[in-house]
């Protein structure tokens, strides 16, 4: 259940490899008692071709297509982040290289279209 203190917003999300489509659900958390800034809702992924996403550090979402396309990790993470708990050394590095790169607003990510519904 959502608490009032949590803002939901459904996304239109379509893999530009095999445009194929699938509706992602995500909660922006407002509770200082929860460290995430979104929590991913999966009640509404039956029959979606989207089999994961994060909140990447760049502050855009990453998501992974079911043809195996993926944006899980921003460009500057790559080679730096891994399965591992990243070390405070690689936030460090990933930032230095997020402060280099030129920021966009497009709603195309990496592979991906991305609309709000």
């Given amino acids: 259940m959502i608490k009032t203190h949590m803002d939901r917003k459904d996304l239109k999300v379509t893999c530009n490899k095999c445009k194929q489509s699938g509706i992602v659900s995500v909660i922006k958390n407002q509770d200082p008692m929860l460290k995430q800034k979104y929590i991913i809702d999966w009640s509404n992924s039956k029959g979606n ?63 991906f279209t991305i609309e709000e519904v």
């Fill in 49 to 111: 071709n989207i089999i994961s996403f994060r909140h990447r550090l760049d502050d855009k979402f990453g998501f992974e297509c079911i043809c195996g396309n993926s944006s899980i990790l921003a460009r500057a993470e790559k080679g730096v982040i891994t399965e591992n708990k990243p070390s405070r050394e690689d936030i460090s590095e990933v930032i230095t290289r997020l402060n280099k790169e030129v920021r966009t607003t497009s709603n195309k990510v990496d592979g």
